[in-house]
Every structure is written in structure tokens, then in C-alpha cells.
């Protein structure tokens, strides 16, 4: 089982990006899956997640309405693309995992098992 997360980069303030989550060795299909953020010194953000079941999403606060989080069952692929990007956005981006096909998803790092490297986004000018 693995997840490999790429789409980061260096980006100015304002602009996009897509986040890319691929899952192998598993069926996305039956997992829900969330991103999560960190930078040095805090505690790893739960930015949105998406359920296997009805496909429900949740947004952190800091992120509704900038990032949009979908999947591609077909593809074993999770996306986050995220619009008007902010210096505060800066930090690395994990994808993570968990067998679970009930509707609704959680944002809590506690509540998956699989998780990604990781992949940096920088905003700056």
C-alpha cells in the first residue's frame, strides 16, 4: 500500500496549484482520503478530506472556498487544487488513508492509518 502526493512547488501569492494523491497497491475506490498540512514548529492541519461513499467533502476554515478537494476512482487518484494561494498556505502537503465507505469524511490525523511523503508548496513573490 502506498500513496505518492506531487503537484508541489513554488508558486506567487495568488495562483494555483493541483495537488496530485496516487494510491497503489489498494482500491481508492473503498478509502476515504484527506490532505493534511505541517510546517516546523506546529501541529499537522487536516485541510479537507473526501469519503468513499457519498463522496462528501470538508474544508478547514482557513481553506473554504480556495481549495477543492475530488477524486478519480478510475484513476486511484485524489486531488486538492487550491486557487488564491497565500503566504500562510507555505507548508508540506501529505495525502492520507483509510478503508471506509460510510458517508461523511473526517479531518482528524487520528483517524487514518496510510499516509504519503509528503510534497512542499511554497507561496511567495
Known amino acids: 500500500v502506498q500513496l505518492q502526493a506531487s503537484g508541489g512547488g513554488l508558486i506567487e501569492p495568488g495562483g494555483s496549484l493541483r495537488l496530485s494523491c496516487a494510491a497503489s497497491?489498494?482500491?481508492?475506490?473503498?478509502?476515504?482520503f484527506a490532505w493534511f498540512r505541517q510546517v516546523p514548529g506546529k501541529e499537522r492541519e487536516g485541510v479537507a478530506c473526501?469519503?468513499?461513499?457519498?463522496?462528501?467533502?470538508s474544508y478547514a476554515d482557513s481553506v473554504k472556498g480556495r481549495f477543492t478537494v475530488s477524486r478519480e476512482n478510475a484513476r486511484n487518484t485524489v486531488y486538492l487544487q487550491m486557487n488564491s494561494l497565500k503566504p500562510e498556505d507555505t507548508a508540506v502537503y501529505h495525502c492520507?488513508?483509510?478503508?471506509?465507505?460510510?458517508?461523511?469524511?473526517?479531518?482528524?490525523?487520528?483517524?487514518?492509518?496510510?499516509w504519503g511523503q509528503g510534497t512542499l508548496v511554497t507561496v511567495s513573490s
Open positions: 473526501i469519503s468513499a461513499g457519498d463522496e462528501a467533502t
Open positions: 492520507a488513508s483509510i478503508q471506509d465507505l460510510a458517508n461523511g469524511c473526517s479531518r482528524i490525523k487520528s483517524d487514518y492509518y496510510f
Open positions: 497497491g489498494f482500491t481508492a475506490a473503498y478509502y476515504r
